[in-house]
T-cell receptor, first 116, second 116 residues
Framework: AQSVAQPEDQVNVAEGNPLTVKCTYS??????LFWYVQYPNRGLQFLLK??????LVKGSYGFEAEFNKSQTSFHLKKPSALVSDSALYFC??????????????FGTGTLLAVQP | GAVVSQHPSRVICKSGTSVKIECRSL??????MFWYRQFPKKSLMLMAT?????????EQGVEKDKFLINHASLTLSTLTVTSAHPEDSSFYIC????????????FGPGTRLTVL
């Protein structure tokens, strides 16, 4: 079965420190991987995606993610966290069996809390 | 580009009434729209996938007669919660897909439904 796992419900980091939000996947075929961020009472905002090419993907707001095929991971990273980065982060993978609809399978979300 | 709106942003209704939520892609044609439900501090639960001009595809366990979805045009999809009950209270989020060359979903800001 296809799935995405975010093993941490919450990640705490001090402002200015590097942050990592973990994501692992299990899919059929080549994965299309995505990271989204959700601020309170808002919809999801697209951060970045991996389809093919370079394993290190750069996205919005200084975030990046590294695709690691051998570890089936797609961890989200940022060199220096900001308090404004505090939000709920979702990893997602395209459903291989979703046809042309680009249906996504989401992880359970990781709450990032950046302390000043 | 790729802006998705939802209306209303917040609605409170009495038990037994029906509520319609609109999802619009403002600057692109959405060949596919998705409807999600999100419980507090929980991940997104995909309810259904809708394609313009055809019937929606509902996920297992989602009542078709309870959650009516209409994708009347390439820029508008509606979700009607019929005979709403307090357990239908939730945050409903739509997303759209179809921007040329982009396979990520673009999300609306969400609608907070409270059924009294």
């Amino acid at each position: 079965a296809q799935s995405v796992a975010q093993p941490e419900d919450q990640v705490n980091v001090a402002e200015g420190n590097p942050l990592t939000v973990k994501c692992t996947y299990s899919v059929s075929g080549n994965p299309y991987l995505f990271w989204y961020v959700q601020y309170p009472n808002r919809g999801l905002q697209f951060l970045l995606k991996y389809i093919t090419g370079d394993n290190l993907v750069k996205g919005s707001y200084g975030f990046e993610a590294e695709f690691n095929k051998s570890q089936t991971s797609f961890h989200l990273k940022k060199p220096s966290a900001l308090v404004s980065d505090s939000a709920l982060y979702f990893c997602a993978v395209r459903d291989y069996y979703g046809g042309a609809t680009n249906k996504l399978i989401f992880g359970t979300g990781t709450l990032l809390a950046v302390q000043p | 580009g790729a802006v998705v709106s939802q209306h209303p942003s917040r609605v409170i209704c009495k038990s037994g009434t029906s509520v319609k939520i609109e999802c619009r892609s403002l600057d692109f044609q959405a060949t596919t729209m998705f409807w999600y439900r999100q419980f507090p501090k929980k991940s997104l639960m995909l309810m259904a996938t809708s394609n313009e001009g055809s019937k929606a595809t509902y996920e297992q366990g989602v009542e078709k007669d309870k959650f009516l979805i209409n994708h009347a045009s390439l820029t508008l999809s509606t979700l009607t919660v019929t005979s709403a009950h307090p357990e239908d209270s939730s945050f409903y989020i739509c997303s759209a897909n179809g921007l040329a060359g982009r396979n990520e979903q673009f999300f609306g800001p969400g609608t907070r439904l409270t059924v009294l």
